[in-house]
């Protein structure tokens, strides 16, 4: 196409690239794909640091309808480019003023599973870690996988929640990716399976503005083996996006969710981009985008921030 017409163009959907072995034949290989699907691209640029390298690309597609979008996701994915992972992110949300990030926490916002670490104490690690590996690959109902989880810590002092809590630690790049949204005047939540005794020094660290988790029942110092009241399975951690989506009066559209489990599902398809985040492949299947770096910040790429 004319240069002169390129020009006059308008990018309505925005490819990011991002991985540790980029290479220039790879980024060839994706152009010829997006021209493959109509998609014209308007400008490039190039950045990203020392740990991993980003590739932007503003396109024009045709059809930027969400069946459009999805077919063009489909193209890329079916590519299997290697080297690097492409997310194709409406530019709307990109562009949008103010968005909001909600993410998991256990494996996403944090390198461990939280029921694991406490199952150690009582000697159930393992076992713990099977019947959590089955859920998050949506092979268990959740709630009732939980419960069952919960129930082998029956007993503990409530002490190893202070314990676990010095065991935890933030994703790589996760306090930066916070930092970058709260920085840029967006909104940050978290919605976990995990627990509240847990999440609440986390969120207060970070500035959160939003989180929700399970609540550990404890009665005379121990932990009773049971949660309080509802638990944050997949239905709940949906509702809750949509919640402090209106609160803070943001489309759904303009919204971003990472998460990593088959809990997360109904998250990510509700957003206006859903992350899966060294996901399960159940989950990376179906999730708008996947990031398989173990640095949480490439989101702040995707979203533009």
Known sequence: ??????AGMTSNVTAVSYGQNMTPNGLEQLRSVLAAQGAQVL??????????????ADLALP?????????????????AIGGFDTALVPAALRAAERKLLIMDVDSTLIQQE???LLAAYAGKREEVAAVTEAAMRGELDFAQSLHARVAVLA???ADVVNSVRHEVKLSEGAAELVAAFKAAGHVVAVVSGGFNQ??????????????????LEIVEGALTGKVLGAVVDRAAKEKYLREWAAAEGIALENTVAVGDGANDLDMLGA???????????????????????????AVRYIAGV
């Open 1 to 6: 196409m004319p240069l002169d017409k390129i």
């Open 43 to 56: 400008s490039e640029s190039q950045m990203g640091d020392g740990r991993y390298q980003v590739s932007v």
């Open 63 to 79: 059809d930027a309808t969400a069946a459009g979008l999805a077919a063009l996701r489909r193209a890329v994915a079916e590519a």
């Open 114 to 116: 939280v029921i694991e």
């Open 155 to 157: 007993g503990l002092p």
């Open 198 to 215: 847990i999440l609440a020094p986390i969120a207060a660290d970070l500035g959160l503005d939003y989180w929700q988790a399970n609540e």
């Open 271 to 297: 957003a206006g981009i859903g992350v899966a985040f060294n996901a399960k492949p159940a989950v990376r299947a179906v999730a708008d985008a996947a990031v398989n770096l173990p640095y949480l910040d």
